[in-house]
């Protein structure tokens, strides 16, 4: 206390004083602070700054490098000032040295990664952030390593900056998922064991296993074993209390004989040794012979001495064949060296103890033998290695840094093998990858792809031409498809720059594709073939004038009438494919010029009159024979058109209307039954006086007929064949260089070496009639026969050299009866043309491998067993009956290594390739002197047939045994077995599905309809498919099939259909175009003629009556159909003056609608084809001119309006006087005018573009480019397309573009790999065995091509093999020899099964020898385990049972998701007592789990059981049904208990699952006001009879037992309902609430109903009239159900 207290006051006098200390400090730099703050205000801060150190720069790689960065001075507020503001002693330093990285540093320099750490929550990291109190799927968190850059050789750190020079920094951190806890998984318990004892007090067991270990510190595993004590009954005898056991083997050691001659030898080496020592100086040289000498001599002392002993008897002959055998088995025995094989001896402990574990006196354990305490065994030692060899040159010994890596490579040797039981040795290679570096090393070989030229351009058939019978194949034009070849080579280095050319045309060799390591160059590309442009051509013109064949020379007399006619396209070829373009008529008369009559002039009357006879002056114009206009004096020989005679008509003359034109002529020619006739005509106008007045001529008068055409109908031209062969002109000498013309196709240029010629055939023809003198066509027009041509250059064919041959395959392989072959090929690179060098027949070779003379292999060799060696006689002397000579004992072997053929190799050779060593050591029994010796049992003998005769085997009496009577005695020593021949019957049958429908091979044939289908690859016909055969046994086991005399299938024939594609109609005609005037379409169509099926090509987008359609826009022109009208009839007159002649008539006349051509009006048309508009009047009502009244002509055309459209402008039209009038009368007025109104008389005029056309390609072509199209269009104001005139007038602005060129997507059929070769079996033997094929797309389909194939592998099944393995038997129980319990042994077998494959099968055990061809391996472990040691344990002790087999693979999973945590298994071992009394002595329970992989994810939930008064059982289920203990979350864990407060203690109540009291069923609840149940009362119940109910014709209500259901009460057999309002917490039950609501909705309902019965009602209103009803218009939809 008194310590305590001065420590207190010391406290207070300390803290004291420290608070006042820290205000004098707080005042002080308070003060400090003030200061500072005016110094700062006074004078500016000035510091340094810096900027990044540059790049490292340095003459040398390495340390020596410098790098600089810059310094400045800078004001505290940012901006830069002058150094010397500065202080210059604080200056950093601008320079520093550093490591100059070097591009070979990369070698020598990476980053060291360091382990990831712990993963560290997230929570932990951020002050403040809460950890979640419920996991669900883990928390987050971060990890961290170290990684910094160290030198590769010695791993010193160096600068980060070196590494970060060829890459960047590794991260120093990730995200990481710190997992929930998982619980440890037990099953359910097994069923409690029977009882330990069978008398007195015993323990029964029951066991449970771990079904999921704890993971991220989950709870532990409950305890695995729970035990019960159990008396069967009192023991009648006396118990016993001890037992004999025996202990484990002790460590085997070797006999003290031996150990004291091993250790003289050894004694007598170091001996040497320190001789030799001594002697090193002296004879350095000799030491290795002097040591091998003396070891000789030793070893041949001890040799001698054996031989001295052991051949004191034998001569010298049998001496020297000893000693040779004896070499030659030392020299055979070569790998004794490594294992020094010394048998020893091992002891065990022999025991009696009491059944509490303690003890006891062995003579306590009744027991008339004891157990054997010894035995041989062979002395353990470890493997033992020699050093590490040098490593070995890079296996690699060319340069290529981006190519694969090549290997150093080091071993060391076995210089002693493990035996019994020694460490095992470690891997004896090891290898590093490497780069070969130096001077000299030659770059490695460089592979790359070449490619052959691309082939013709192949264009696949339209789906229209598909039909041999209907469509020609050739001449087809558009977008195709190429192929090409692709192949790899090895580049020369010194052309390796330039890899991919192809221009130089070196074809290389080809070599194995394999080599290539980049993607390779595509086989096929689409192609476009230029469509011949076919000529077009003008119609014809007019015929010309008579004229000379030559205007230059006219001395002939014959002349010609020409018509002509003009190319409209540019066509494939030259115009020399076009027809001929000109036409001539033989005349009389010819003339080069003459005149031509353009009008008449007005009639002017004679003598200056004013009406009378006159005459009309021809206007003339000189044309030429083209009728073009030319100079007037070139027609001074022609003769000039006279003047023609005519009338003014008087006032009382007869007045007649012009003449109209003269109509088309009637022949284009005139013969002997033909002329040529044409019309005109006129009208009477108005008729003359009677008296004084010219007559009007009669009818005939008003029409004339005049010849025409009269030319004779013999028309001659020129015809022109095809241009022939370009034959090399010899006249011409040689071009030094090639000529190029390109253009020839798309995608070419041509190359071509001379000029050449080319001729063809001309001459004149007479139309209809044939050929012709020549004289007949006019020689002027003759085209030429000869032209010149360019011949291209002779191109040979370029193939490159043959490849090596493929490698022979391996002789060891399967299928040795298959002739081997190899095989080479050579590839055409470019095809000869224009008359080069043809290419070889030849491009593939074959030949036979030649025999191999042996498989490279390795196998272990035996030697002898050596003699069996006995435990020494010191350690077994006193064991009872012990003999010195005979026993247990064991005896060793050699083993050596040697290749297929023999020859010896190294032990390693074996190790690595020829599987586990052979057992070295084996058990022997040297017999004793009473023992019987017998050989092993021989092989049965061989059976003549199944079923007949019997076999046997033999064994014979070895030695002394053959001597002695008791080893006579057959019955206990049989020397041969008899048994019957086996009887074989063997069942065939077929398993499995039926293979694919498989086409033969070998056969590349056409497709069908002449097209090559799929990869040209046959795709269809009939093919075999094949169902494999099974064999078994009269016992249902697998055999081979050829037992049941079968090749192992079903073949039957099938069929693959043909695919057939969709086949369409030709194109239709066009249809004429929608409008007469202007744009419109035109259309035309294809039909389906067959639809697609079997995969061929599909159809285009068909309509809805399978048509496809085309529409392209057209432009009619508007004066292509004209309205003709013919000349007015006569007046009829319809109120006549008789006199006068004159008055109201009416004039007809007939207008049709004919087809204009050049030569005018030609044939009429249908009338709807001409502008209704445009149309001129049939007929017309007008006052006939009396005599002397005026007479007009026809009005006029009305002139146009001024544009724009004004309503203040106007249009006129007039008319001229055709007689003048008579006195006193005057002519009405000659002009008439109406104002212009917009779209009635006046119109605006715009151009309209159309929509673009379809894309359209030649006739022949199937795809590629096009051209699409637009119209222009001249459209009036009015919305009324016009000619295009009325634009082009106005001079309007053409802006667009008309035409474009366009592509057609190819149909491009899919095209496949060749088939590939069959695969290896899938399956080495089994039923499910199948053999693939497959196949790749090289071309997929585009467009309407041909889709591919959906089936791309094919398989058939293999040849059902017996499935033979080697198998354990099951343990057998563990058996300690001559003791009840302790160290025992437990044994199995290994035998050969066989089984189907499946895994269903369980298979049969069957003979050895058909497991003969198998090595001998259980589950793919080589090591085979036939015993192993094991424990029994002694009465009363707890053990460890045996562990569990391996649980499920299992995940760790959140609602099924993984967790990415990986799978793991467990298995587990329980304690097992059998002593109430040592159940303190038990072993701990154990555990153990490993990875596994293909885990699956289990979720857990609670399970809940129903309710038995106030308990339930509650327990937790894995998501597979399973029962288990942990892994159900215990924060949601179901209420096992439930209990009410206070008690349920009335009568028919219980304790509800909410925790109050409730009623049972019939009874409902009467509740207190407090919520307490009062009382369980009996529920009404309504009973509804049923049709077998007695009393089903009255409805009661009663009270019933409750107790008693009412189905269970006599005589009562309907459904009771218990009507039961409240619940069992006192409150009114769901249902109660419907009820009232249905009642006061049905009560608002009623008095709803009574108010509107009795209202009274209105008067009616009288409906509108426009209010009717308006009629149903139904739509039709198209649908058939209309």
Known sequence: MVLASRAARREGTSSGALASLFRVTLLFFGLWDVQTQTVTNTKPTYIWQTGPWGRCMGSECGPGGSQSRAVWCAHSEGWTTLHTNCLQSERPSNQQSCFRVCDWHKELYDWQLGAWNQCMPVSMRNVGMPRPMVCSRGE?????????????????????????????????????????????????????????????????????????????????????????????????????????????????????????????????????????????????????????????????????????????????????????????????????????????????????????????????????????????????????????????????????????????????????????????????????????????????????????????????????????????????????????????????????????????????????????????????QLCHIPCPMECEVSSWSAWGLCTFENCQDQSTKKGFKLRKRKIMNEPTGGTGNCPHLTEAIPCEEPNCYDWLLVKLEECVPDNDKVCGPGTQNPQVQCVNSDGKYVDRQLCRDAILPMPVLCEVPCPKDCVLSPWTTWSLCSNSCSGKNTEGKQTRARSIMAYNAGEGGGQCPNSSALQEVRNCNDHPCTVYHWQTGPWGQCIEDTSVPPANSSLSRSGAGVGTNEEFCSVGMQTRKVICVRVNVGQVPPKKCPESLRPETVRPCLLPCKRDCIITPYSDWTPCPSSCQTGGAIIKKQSRKRIIVQLPANGGQDCPEVLFQEKECDASSFCPGYRWKTHKWRRCQLVPWTIRQDTPGAQEICGPGLQTRAVSCKKLDGGPVDVSACLKFAGPMPQLTQYCQLPCQNDCQLTNWSKFSSCAADCVGVRTRKRMLVGKSKKREQCKNTQMYPLSETQYCPCNKYNAQPVGNWSDCILPEGGRVEGLLGMKVQGDIKECGQGYRYQAMVCYDQDNRLVETSRCNSHGYIEEACIIPCPSDCKLSEWSNWSRCSKSCGSGVKVRSKWLREKPYNGGRPCPKLDHVNQVYEVVPCLSDCSQYVWVAEPWSVWKVSSVDLKENCGEGVQTRKVRCMQNTVDGPSDPVEDYLCDPEEMPLGARERKLPCPEDCVLTDWGPWSLCPLPCNANSTRQRTVSPIRQPGEGKQCPPTTEKEQCTMNTNCFHYSYNITDWSTCQLSERAVCGVGFKTRMLDCVRSDGKSVDLKFCEELGLDKKWQMNASCVVECPVNCQLSDWSSWSECSHACGLAGKLWRRRTVIQASQGDGRPCSSQLEQWKPCPVKPCYSWRYSAWSPCMSEGAQCGEGLRFRNVSCFVTDGSGKDQGSMVDEELCGDLEQAVDGDKQIILQESCTVPCPGECYLMDWTAWSPCQLSCISGNDLGFGSVQVRSRAVVAQEPENLLQCPEQEWEARPCTEGQCYEYKWMTGAWKGSSRQVWCQRSDGLNVTGGCPLTSEPVADRSCDPACDKPRSYCTEAGICGCEEGYTEVMTSDGVLDQCTVIPVLEIPTAGDSKADVKTIRALNPTQTTANLPGHSGRTWFLQPFGPDGKLKTWVYGVAAGAFVLLVFIVSMTYLACKKPKKPQRRQMNNRLKPLTLAYDGDADM
């Open 140 to 524: 987050e968190g971060i990890q961290t390593r170290e990684v910094g850059c160290v030198h590769k050789a010695d791993g010193v750190s160096a600068e980060d900056a070196i590494c970060e020079y060829f890459e960047p920094k590794p991260r120093l951190e990730q995200a990481c998922l710190i997992p929930c806890p998982r619980d440890c998984v037990v099953s359910e318990f097994s069923p409690w064991t029977s009882c330990s004892k069978s008398c007195g007090m015993g323990l029964q067991n029951r066991i449970r296993s771990v079904l999921a270990p704890p993971l991220f510190g989950g709870s532990a595993c409950l305890n695995l074993t729970e035990f019960r004590t159990c008396q069967p009954g009192p023991c009648k005898g006396q118990e016993s209390f001890y037992s004999l056991r025996v202990g484990p083997w002790g460590p085997c050691t070797i006999s003290p004989v031996r150990q004291i001659r091993e250790a003289r030898e050894l004694k007598a080496e170091r001996k040497a040794k320190q001789d030799r020592q001594s002697r090193q100086d002296r004879q350095g040289k000799r030491r290795k012979n002097k040591k091998k000498k003396e070891l000789k001599e030793n070893k041949g002392e001890r040799v001698r001495e054996r031989v001295k002993e052991k051949g004191k008897v034998r001569d010298p002959e049998t001496r020297e064949l000893i000693k040779k055998k004896r070499t030659r088995n030392r020299q055979n025995r070569q790998g004794l060296k490594f294992w020094d094989l010394q048998v020893g001896f091992q002891t065990r402990e022999v025991t009696c103890v009491h059944r509490s574990g303690s003890p006891a006196a062995l003579s306590l354990c009744n027991q008339q033998t004891l157990p054997v305490t010894y035995q041989a065994c062979v002395i353990p030692k470890d493997c033992e290695l020699s050093d590490w060899s040098d490593w070995s040159d890079c296996s690699k010994e060319c340069y290529d840094l981006n190519g694969r890596k090549g290997r150093y490579t080091r071993t060391r040797q076995v210089q002693q093998f493990p035996v019994g039981g020694g460490a095992v040795c470690p891997e004896l290679e090891e290898s590093e990858p490497c780069l070969p570096h130096g001077e000299g090393i030659p770059p490695c070989a460089v592979y790359n792809w070449r490619t052959t030229e691309w082939s013709d351009c192949r264009v696949d058939v339209l789906l229209s031409q598909q039909d041999r019978r209907r469509s020609n194949q050739t001449g087809l034009c558009g977008g195709g498809v190429q192929t090409r070849e692709v192949y790899c080579i090895q580049v020369p280095s010194e052309t390796s720059s330039n890899l991919s050319s192809l221009k130089n045309k070196d074809a290389s060799r080809p070599v194995d594709s394999d080599l290539c390591l980049g993607v390779p160059p595509n086989t096929t």
